[in-house]
């Protein structure tokens, strides 16, 4: 390396690192497709997403990591994915009420325009399910118009985009079994007991 | 193909086109360039047909933003005002003098010099980001580095 290269390196670092806001401007400009932040809750970090319409995700960030969220995301939505915590203010606050007692039904719209067919029937059938109510895998099959698609239903459940607001803990197996959960089993059991359906 | 979400590109590259733009079109512009950039970015890159190279389109972009506001800069300018309107003291422009010199080089040695002595760019990047050949863009930093080396002598 010759000696301008040098001085232009070490001039280099003096540059400032500091950069200008930028998210202001391109939500003013409807230029985030999808607006992501982290809220944290009693079950951990979680990420959440919206876009202009409503919210499209929630995830345990212990579960699944943030980057693997983002990128799908980016495939499934749009590559325009931005940290942008102000549209998700209404969602933490909500969330935040919720856990702490205060909050029973999610009033944030919702964007269902990414789910597709019986997924979207049976988590819009599992949103109408009650704080401190139960279903059953066969119950939210038949409330989303086909009674015999169970096993269906559960994939649709375990695929469910957005936990605790779209309320899959509340969906048990018949019997009375808690069934499965993404984001792990302690998480449905600390669900339940939030709202009294489980003692 | 997919293409990452847009802020592993802005955490990965926001400071680097900033300091390219300080250092470019000076600290008192570079603040709207570099909103520039990334909005034009942003409303572009949905459109992207591939996600290779993101970093040389980046920089083109900033490039084009850099190329505007010297020639809005040329615009404004009034020929008696032979004194420098940025202040030689401001402290977000470390070295005026060399950063001056960088900024008088012509677009793409300027380009050149930068990306490839400040950051490092390999040549086949550099080039993708010239839109010209390696040995052009060899070109480029040899002759943008030779250039201000007499004139700092």
Redesign the interface.
């Known amino acids: 390396m010759?000696?301008?290269?040098m001085?232009?390196?070490n001039?280099?670092l003096?540059?400032?690192?500091d950069?200008?806001e930028?998210t202001g401007?391109?939500e003013a400009?409807g230029?985030?497709?999808?607006a992501?932040t982290s809220v944290d809750s009693p079950l951990g970090p979680l990420v959440v997403a919206a876009t202009p319409k409503g919210l499209v995700r929630v995830s345990y960030t212990e579960f699944r990591g943030e980057?693997e969220v983002?990128?799908d995301?980016?495939?499934r939505v749009?590559?325009?994915?931005?940290?942008a915590p102000a549209r998700l203010d209404p969602v933490r606050r909500e969330l935040d009420e919720y856990f702490k007692g205060r909050r029973q039904d999610f009033d944030v719209p919702i964007d269902w325009s990414y789910l597709a067919g019986f997924t979207r029937e049976v988590l819009r059938a599992t949103a109408h399910i009650g704080f401190g109510e139960v279903s059953s895998y066969a119950g939210v099959a038949a409330a989303a118009g086909s009674p015999r698609a169970v096993r269906a239903a559960g994939n649709a459940l375990g695929s469910n985009p957005m936990p605790v607001v779209v309320p899959c803990h509340r969906v048990l197996r018949s019997g009375g079994k808690l069934g499965g959960y993404t984001g792990g089993l302690e998480r449905k059991e600390f669900l339940l007991r939030l709202e009294g359906a489980l003692l | 193909m997919t293409l990452p979400p847009f802020q592993a590109l802005l955490d990965e590259h926001r400071a680097d086109i900033y300091r390219f733009l300080v250092a470019t079109v000076g600290p008192s512009e570079a603040d709207d360039c570099f909103q520039e950039t990334w909005m034009s970015a942003l409303r572009a890159y949905p459109n992207l047909r591939r996600g290779d190279n993101l970093r040389a389109w980046l920089f083109r972009i900033a490039q084009n933003k850099s190329i505007d506001a010297h020639r809005a800069r040329g615009r404004r300018a009034v020929p008696v005002a032979a004194v420098p309107e940025r202040s030689t003291s401001s402290p977000a422009d470390a070295d005026p003098e060399l950063w001056e010199r960088v900024r008088d080089l012509p677009t793409k040695q300027r380009m050149a010099v930068f990306c490839r002595s400040v950051l490092g760019m390999p040549y086949d990047e550099l080039a993708v980001l010239l839109e010209s050949s390696e040995d052009a863009a060899r070109r480029n930093v040899h002759e943008g580095l030779q250039r201000l080396k007499e004139e700092l002598s």
Do not use: F, H, Q, W
């Open positions: 010759n000696d301008i290269e001085t232009l390196k001039a280099a003096d540059l400032p690192t950069t200008p930028l401007r391109a400009e230029l985030i497709d999808v992501y980057g983002l990128e995301l980016a495939r749009s590559p325009r994915v931005l940290e």
